[in-house]
């Protein structure tokens, strides 16, 4: 099993490499930032008594904040030819309004439209949030 491993990795090009353990970082990284987001949302819907839309709205920007750091000097650090840390940091913020409208939709879909408690939308915002942020990051934020 491990020399098929190892000879599967070896058959990958450079570029297919380097995806992989991007995948892999964003994987483990990802999951933390996301689970801190959504701990932030849950606090602030429940101990907090905030409504979703607003406690979605604080969760973002501190997740934003944890991400930026931890995804530009670990996840795709090495990755593309970053001109300006300033360029980065703003298609960052850009990619994550996109995110952040994606769970604003969640949370409208949930609290709004069905009727759900507010912690429903913990679930699209960790299972498939997450997935479109990788490709924003990867294709435009740390090109």
Known sequence: MREDM???????????????????????????????????????????????????????AAAMVVGYTIHSRFTFDGHGERESELRAILRFVAANMVGFAANSFWVWLFTSALHLSAHWPSVPMFCVTPALLFWLNRMWVFE
């Open 6 to 60: 190892v000879r599967l990795w070896h058959g990958l090009t450079p570029e297919r490499r380097a995806l992989f353990v991007q995948l892999i970082r964003y994987g483990v990284v990802g999951v933390g930032v996301t689970l801190f987001q959504i701990a932030i949302y849950n606090l602030l819907i429940g101990a907090g008594h905030r409504p979703p839309l607003v406690a979605n709205t604080l969760a973002t």
